[in-house]
């Protein structure tokens, strides 16, 4: 049998990130972060983690839990690019400015870099919400008084869901974030080939499809959709407090896509299918054809986060 046509046997919550000439795995009780150094070997960052739901029960309840993993996710992610960044920083440092060296003198460098961490990670989910949140809606206020509320949020859906399609294009158009997105096909595959049961070796993962139905761009355009109905709910004659009911009701939403997107995730009917088709056509864009050396580098971080017992991982 074709090993790209041979069916899913075993459903993972194993996940993972592409970044910067690496890939970030993360599974029940380990998370992996692999590199390509420019020398060509390969720098391993290997962590036991615990899941927070373990921690704080309330982070495993239904709709919750979405917005917590998203949360995780983020923290996750701009932590593996940090890592990912020491490596591919030129050879010459460069000097701190006049600020990093006085915030070090007063504070300490381990204290000025997790200030850094937290800043940048204020600043791309600001960034994100700005974006895809609050421009469309200030958008639609330049419509004229009276318009109806469901075919003004309609609009601003539709505005939400363009911004989004069309940052993803330009995106794809940088050449380093090409190779970042052909790492994302690289994790995808790697992905496929452990859970039709397949030896993870470069000749089984390259032969598997890009587009994996649960991936995270596909999870960010169902987060689009729910908005639109979620959004519709609620109404004010005041476009301030309109925002504002925008960013309250952003959990609510990210919990919903979260818990569709699990369900949606599980079964293979036409009607599946099709609700996941929009978000497979959007991984055209950011899922992108890999090279065996990102092949290497996706099969390494995935070994690393495989439990013992399968069924920890399981779907």
């Known amino acids: 049998m074709n090993n790209k046509n041979q069916q899913i046997v075993h459903r993972t919550t194993i996940g993972g990130q592409s970044i910067p000439e690496g890939i970030m795995m993360k599974g029940p009780r380990r998370s992996c972060t692999v590199v390509r150094k420019p020398d060509g070997t390969l720098a391993i960052r290997d962590e036991q983690t615990t899941p927070l739901r373990e921690r704080f029960a309330p982070a495993g309840w ?30 010459e440092e460069e000097q701190p400015s006049a600020l990093e060296t006085w915030l070090i003198g007063k504070i300490g460098a381990g204290a000025v870099e997790r200030l850094l961490y937290g800043l940048s990670m204020a600043l791309g989910i600001g960034l994100a919400v700005g974006l895809f949140i609050l421009l469309p809606a200030l958008l639609t206020g330049f419509l004229p008084d009276g318009a109806p509320h469901l075919a003004v949020n309609l609009l601003e859906g539709v505005l939400r869901i363009a911004i989004f399609i069309g940052y993803m294009w330009l995106m794809s158009r940088l050449p380093d974030m090409r190779r970042t997105f052909r790492y994302h096909g690289a994790e995808h595959k790697t992905i ?8 993870l070796t470069a000749e089984h993962v390259r032969v598997q499809p890009c587009a ?15 908005s639109i109905l979620v959004f519709s709910l609620v109404t004010s004659d005041s476009r301030a407090v309109q925002l504002v009911l925008r960013l ?6 990210i919990g919903l896509s979260y818990e569709l997107n699990r369900f949606a995730g599980r079964h293979d009917g036409a009607l599946f299918r099709a609700l ?37 991982d399981a779907w």
């Not at 309250?248 to 939403?253: G, H, K, W, Y």
């Open 62 to 91: 239904p709709v919750i839990r979405g917005f917590v993993t998203m949360v995780q996710s983020l923290a996750d992610g701009f932590r593996a690019i940090e890592y990912a960044a020491r490596f591919l920083e030129d050879e």
């Open 192 to 199: 496929y080939c452990y859970e039709k049961n397949l030896p």
């Open 212 to 226: 994996h139905p649960r991936c995270g761009t596909s999870f960010l355009f169902v987060v689009m959709i729910i």
């Open 248 to 253: 309250v009701l952003l959990p609510v939403v």
């Open 276 to 312: 996941r088709w929009p978000g497979m056509m959007l991984q055209r864009i950011t899922v992108l054809e890999p090279d065996d050396s990102m092949i290497e580098v996706a099969i390494v971080a995935l070994e690393h986060v495989i439990p013992a017992d399968k069924r920890e």
